[in-house]
């Protein structure tokens, strides 16, 4: 035994002394195996210096750790300059190999190792881990952190693997007046007029990914016994009217999740900061989330959704605390352990916290839709991610951990039952308080909590890709009664056969009768129950608890797109039209017909997210499915009745909802001087004030229509609007502007302008790719593929996705449709790429099909 225990050691010597040879480029699954097994006990102190409008941050940091045997490690560090490398004592040359820092093995010892390092690191607009705002408003500046997955290490010198936690000690010396925010609680203390320190208490072990900053001219908003929140400076007397909202939404969660989880809040304190520009909706920090300024203080008028979705946000980010923060997973490839579980869990707290609000079919309208869209394409990947290199986790966000995973959960939790869901999500973060874990630690957590076997279940739904198509055939004699068939197919045609719950309605006039069904083969067979006549239609996935495409029958449908508007169950008749949807997208429904369809339920329709939906589809299908002429006769009487409804609706958010509605549908010189109209303010929405960014999306539209007046109505905006933000909206409606010598100056902007904000270019690639310009964009499909590579490399987790859907989604010819077969199959991308553009060139193919069956 112990020859063995000596030659495992010789063996891991040797791995990394290989790796020093030629340093890895990121951070490899086996380096990061190895030292996890050989380090423990991590404590970084760190110290930056940061000035106003500095180029760099001054760094020094003290990082102490604990080895197992002598051996050479690496220290992962890219990007800054290295200045100064002192290991136990011995000055060590300072010298970055490939993004990392060689720790030799005669310098380390078994037991506790320090390594003491100078170094500055970089801090720019975009494309780097401190990230610069600045203010145009009243001229403050803010920086901050964003290290997922792996940008830690370009920050500081770190283990930048999620599996080694480890504590942190922060100071921060900034100027005098700007106020820094950490994950643990701060002690202020000016160094002198100009310049102050602020000192953090040690955190609770956590992943480098989660150790996070930010400084600047912010106010803190306090309540008493509620979180606090942070908001630079110029938009402080507006936050104060949406605060109190958000510090009540993550209070109340606080409390829920508490006795939900059965575990109080992981961390000593809990801090929200607004974070203008900010690249993600939000980002868990311990102690510390970050929210997308934009995402709470609305810039367009609000409607009852988008408060619900800014709940959904704060309770996302909160959830993070326990699933994510307080236990982690191993490796990136679990990611949906972290952003499947809060996604869902918000939905969860919320539908608990405010049970009027239909919350689950709130699920199925924001969750669903994204996840078999994603699901059944050929770049669809299970939902747990094979990911070798961290370099590569990036490319692991997206709708299958975000969308997927909470739609899986949902039908998991109908599986074993809702209690026992909650007590094996209690083992399992018992089990792993502060540490780290993998899918099977939660699977064997819920299987003692459920006494259910669950290794096919978890086989099929969490390591296999794609999605059944379940189907219905049934016969029904009106006197004798029939029988019913489910069928399940691999909507991938991979074979794949999943376990499948849920319950199965069938309709009889206004009487609805439910059968609960377990399909874990590829057919079930039943007998109708027994009663008088047959029923008017089936429906297959009945309350939203089974995950996949639930097509109708022909009979079924043909009775359903006849008599949708008599479903009062709105729940019911937002899962019809939701498959009714998925028929278009399969080409097995005419998208006019759909249209007719929707156009004639709409003005009945009082629900704001169903005709938030409704309108949308609509409107989609419109630009992308139908041709030209039939877009045409049918745009007039969306625009009438869009404007129709955006003044005559008794509830103020429909009212909001078609004033949307009619910005994207108008096209025709009598919808554009309805938006023109609404501009000088002969046309307005009863009871609404049009917003800043209200008003930008219509003037881009205008733009992006060649409506003879945009230019002088863009340069009355300006004009109108010299604000921060109102500089950004205009750099976005001028991205729509048809016309090919614009195009290339943005497109070159987009990939070469470093100092163009990150949040400034995403915004901008929908008007750039204006739904009625993919010839004029066309040319910047090939180039937009070319520069992947690029994108992956620079750009934050979800930009990458943004781009190749803004650029592949703008088109709609076979041509285009080829050129990106063409593409892969000319330039043989890296793997992770190959999916993300088979992922985006999907809603392409379906187009190009939908069109050729249904030219019209």
Avoid at 61 to 69: A, C, G
Avoid at 331 to 354: I, N, V
Avoid at 787 to 806: G, H, T
Wanted: aromatic residues 10%; glycine residues 6%.
């Amino acid at each position: 035994m112990r020859l063995r225990i000596v030659l495992f050691f010789s063996i891991a010597i040797l791995i990394a002394a290989s790796a020093f040879a030629a340093a890895p480029d990121g951070i490899p699954r086996d380096l990061a195996r190895q030292r996890a097994a050989s380090v423990s006990d991590i404590r970084y102190r760190i110290s930056f210096t940061i000035a106003a409008k500095t180029p760099t941050a001054i760094a020094h940091e003290e990082l102490t750790f604990t080895l197992k045997s002598p051996q050479p490690l690496l220290l992962d560090y890219r990007d800054g300059a290295l200045k100064n490398v002192l290991v136990n004592g011995a000055k060590m040359p300072a010298e970055l190999d490939n993004g990392h820092i060689n720790l030799p093995a005669d310098k380390l010892h078994a037991g506790e190792n320090k390594v003491v390092l100078d170094f500055a690191s970089n801090v720019a607009p975009a494309n780097k881990p401190l990230i610069r705002y600045e203010d145009k408003d009243d001229g403050t500046e803010y920086i901050y952190t964003l290290f997922v997955p792996m940008d830690a290490s370009m920050a500081f010198p770190c283990f930048d693997q999620p599996d080694l936690k480890a504590r942190f000690t922060l100071s921060v010396s900034a100027p005098a007046e700007w106020t820094v925010i950490s994950n643990t609680n701060g002690h202020y203390v000016a160094d002198d007029d100009q310049v102050a320190t602020t000192t953090f208490d040690e955190t609770r072990p956590i992943s480098t990914y989660l150790f996070a900053f930010a400084a600047g001219h912010f106010k803190k908003i306090e309540r008493k016994g509620l979180p606090n929140l942070y908001v630079r400076q110029s938009k402080y007397e507006r936050a104060l009217g949406e605060a109190q909202e958000v510090q009540e939404t993550a209070q109340h969660g606080i409390e829920h999740l508490s006795e939900f989880f059965a575990q109080p809040f992981p961390f000593p304190k809990y801090d929200m900061v607004l974070i203008p520009g900010f690249a993600y909706g939000g980002m868990e920090h311990a102690g510390a989330t970050f929210l997308r300024e934009e995402s709470v203080l609305f810039r367009t008028a609000p409607t009852h959704t988008d408060h619900i979705g800014r709940k959904l946000l704060v309770l996302h980010e909160l959830t993070h605390q326990w699933f994510g923060d307080l236990t982690t997973m191993r490796w990136f490839d679990d990611l949906w352990l972290k952003e499947g579980f809060a996604q869902y869990m918000a939905y969860q707290t919320l539908a608990t916290l405010e049970p009027n609000e239909n919350i689950w079919k709130r699920f199925y309208e924001s969750i669903k839709p994204a996840a078999y869209a994603i699901d059944s394409t050929k770049g669809t990947t299970p939902i747990y991610q094979d990911i070798p290199n961290l370099k590569d986790a990036k490319s692991a966000y997206g709708a299958i951990v975000y969308s997927k995973a909470p739609g899986v959960l949902k039908q998991l939790s109908f599986v074993v039952g809702e209690e026992h869901f909650r007590d094996g999500l209690r083992i399992y973060l018992k089990e792993h308080l502060y540490s780290n874990a993998e899918w099977s630690d939660l699977v064997n957590a819920l299987e003692r909590s459920s006494g259910q076997k669950l290794d096919r279940w978890s086989d099929m739904w969490i390591k296999h890709r794609g999605m059944p198509q379940v189907d219905v055939k049934w016969e029904c004699d009106p006197s004798r009664g029939g029988k019913l068939v489910l069928t399940q197919t691999d909507v991938l045609g991979e074979g794949g056969i999943w376990p499948i719950g849920g319950f199965l309605s069938l309709f009889f006039g206004s009487e609805r009768i439910e059968l609960r069904y377990r399909l874990d083969g590829r057919q079930l067979e039943q007998d109708l129950p027994p009663r008088r006549g047959c029923p008017d239609y089936i429906f297959a996935n009945e309350r939203d608890y089974a995950y996949g495409r639930f097509l109708l029958d022909p009979h079924s449908r043909d009775y359903v797109l006849a008599h949708i508007g008599e479903t009062h169950d709105l729940f019911e008749r937002t899962l019809l039209f939701g498959s009714l949807w998925e028929g278009v997208r399969v080409a097995d429904l005419a998208p006019r017909r759909y249209i007719e369809v929707a156009e004639k339920a709409l003005p009945n329709e009082t629900d704001e997210s169903l005709t938030q939906s409704l309108v949308g589809r609509t409107t989609g299908a419109l630009h992308r499915y139908v041709g030209d002429a039939t877009r045409k006769q049918l745009v007039p009487a969306l625009e009438d009745l869009a404007a129709d409804k955006m003044q005559n609706s008794k509830d103020e958010g429909l009212r909001i909802i078609w004033f949307r509605g009619l910005r994207g549908a108008a096209e025709s010189d009598a919808g554009r001087a309805k938006l023109k109209d609404l501009l000088a303010g002969k046309l307005t929405v009863p009871g609404v004030q049009l917003r800043q960014l209200d008003r930008w999306n219509i003037v881009t539209s205008l733009i992006a229509l060649g409506d003879p007046d945009a230019d002088a109505i863009f340069k009355a905006e300006q004009q109108r609007d010299k604000s921060g933000d109102g500089l950004k909206y205009a750099y976005v409606a001028e991205a729509a502007r048809p016309d090919a010598a614009n195009k290339k100056k943005y497109f070159d902007d987009f990939l070469h302008n470093a100092q163009r904000p990150e949040d400034w270019v995403d915004q901008s690639l929908g008007a750039f790719n204006y739904w009625n310009q993919s010839e004029l964009t066309a040319p910047y499909l090939g180039p937009a593929l070319d520069a992947l590579p690029q994108i992956k490399r620079e750009r934050k987790i979800f930009f990458l996705v943004a781009w190749l859907n803004a650029f592949i989604d703008g088109q709609r010819s076979a041509e285009s449709d080829r050129q990106v077969y063409d593409f892969l199959d000319k330039t043989k991308p890296e793997e992770d790429l190959r999916l993300k553009i088979l992922q985006s060139v999907d809603d392409l193919d379906r187009t190009v099909k939908i069109r050729q069956k249904f030219p019209e």
